[in-house]
C-alpha cells in the first residue's frame, strides 16, 4: 500500500512509525525471533535523527541516498545515560515509498541492516520523517539493558558463568 500523500509536509508520521514497528516485528516472527518492545526514550531520539535527516535531505549520500549515521555515539551514550541502554544498534533508510513494508524490505536486502532486525534486542525505538521533496526517512534504534546485555554476551560466548 503506498501512503504518498497528495500534499506532502515536512515532519514526522507517527501512524507509519507504528506501522513499521509491526512490520519488522513480523518480519521477526517470521525468523524465529521475539517481538521487540517499543521505548520512549529510543522512539525520541530516532525521531531527532529523523528530523535531522529530513530537514538536511540533501547533504548527506551514502550511494545515492539521502541517509548518514551521523550522531551515532552521542545516540548511544544519551540512551545508556538516560534510559540505561547497554547496547545500541541502528538501521536508517530512506525511499520515495511511502510503505512500511518496503521499508523493511529495504533493511533486509541489507546484509548488516538484516542482521540489526534479526539480532536478540529487547527493545526499540522507531521513527519517521518527510523530506520537503516528499522522500521518507526511517531511523530504528535497537537496544538491550544491561541485565539482557549479560545475557547476549553469554549467548554468544557460549559459555556458562
Not at 529495504?106 to 541492516?113: F, I, M, T, V
Not at 537496544?143 to 549467548?155: A, E, Y
Request: proline share 1%; with cysteine.
Amino acid at each position: 500500500m503506498s501512503r504518498m500523500p497528495v500534499s506532502v509536509s515536512l515532519g514526522s508520521d507517527a501512524s507509519l512509525s507504528a506501522e513499521v514497528f509491526a512490520e519488522v516485528n513480523s518480519y521477526r516472527a517470521s525468523k524465529g525471533k521475539a517481538a521487540l518492545q517499543r521505548h520512549a526514550g529510543l522512539d525520541k531520539l530516532a525521531q531527532q535523527h529523523c528530523d535531522h535527516l529530513a530537514k538536511t535531505a540533501g547533504s548527506y549520500g551514502i550511494y545515492g541516498k539521502d541517509i548518514s549515521h551521523v550522531g551515532f555515539e552521542g545516540r548511544a551514550v544519551v540512551a545508556r545515560q538516560a534510559y540505561k541502554i547497554d547496547s545500541l544498534g541502528e538501521n536508517v533508510v530512506s525511499s520515495t515509498t511511502h510503505s512500511a513494508k518496503h521499508l523493511v524490505k529495504l533493511w533486509a536486502g541489507s546484509k548488516s541492516h538484516d542482521h540489526n532486525m534479526k539480532a536478540d534486542w529487547a527493545h526499540t525505538g522507531i521513527a519517521t520523517a518527510v523530506t520537503a521533496d516528499g522522500k521518507v526517512i526511517s531511523t530504528q534504534l535497537f537496544g538491550t539493558n544491561p541485565s539482557s546485555s549479560h545475557l547476549l554476551l553469554k549467548q554468544r560466548m557460549n559459555r556458562d558463568w
